[in-house]
């Protein structure tokens, strides 16, 4: 065994592995330059960290759409920092290979330099997640150049942004060519690291993703894209309804707990749950 102070070789060697498994924004930039594409999807919860890190998914994202998703509101505007910092904890310490992202709420990035910067630090520091994504382009670019300043990886997201959504008059297309290449000009000039493209043109997000040096990660944006992200209970089919035409529902998780749900309640009712064999003697 090795002393307090000798590194143990064989303890450095499996942190080594572990890290160059992680996915960081090397790995992110590697694939654009390479043409290979960016898998991301949605975690708020552990199981589900779990779940999307072990089948393999390159970035976990923890987004404020926790707030439609699992708080059932309306809206992304009513979510806190600490409801962020409380995910995103819970997300980060259940992943051992995806690059877990945070977003940071409504308004942070309308705060000022300075406080986008505190904020998006303590975010950091408490979760343990490696990257922010912020809403926002050409407006919001001194903020994201002072959180990359920081050393703080941070994401853009332009097209729809939800946090704006009263703004946008709704949850619709974005369609602006001009202001959408500047913002994502003005967000890879700033050091943003991807920039995330959402409900845009399928035409108009592929001529950005070919402009951009960095990652463009899409959801309602087209295979243009360098990657895609959805909302992980949208393409599970977690919800009673289908959701958006962009969301592929790969499963129908709604109708199979649904099913399950009704066994259960129905042993109960006919005594068939628990039988002699679930109980203890
Ligand atoms: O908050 C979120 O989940 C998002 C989507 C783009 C996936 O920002």
Redesign the pocket.
Known sequence: MASKDQADPQQVVKQETASQRRVTVRTLQQRKDAKEKISML?AYDCMTAIWLDRAGVDCI?V???LGMVFQGKPT?VSVTVNQMIYHGRIVASAVQHSMVIV?LPFPIGQLGIRNTVRVAAKILKRTGCSAV?MEGGAAQADSIAALVDAGIPTMA?IGLRPQSVHAMGGFRVQRDREQLLQDAIAAQEAGAFAV?I?CVPAKLASSITRDLRVPTIG?GAGKGCDGQ?L?TQDMLGFGEKSIGKFVRGYANMYSIANDAIKSYCSDVVSGKFPSDAESFE
């Open positions: 949605t994202l987004g404020d759409s992304t977003d994504k997201h995330l959402e959801i992200v909302v």
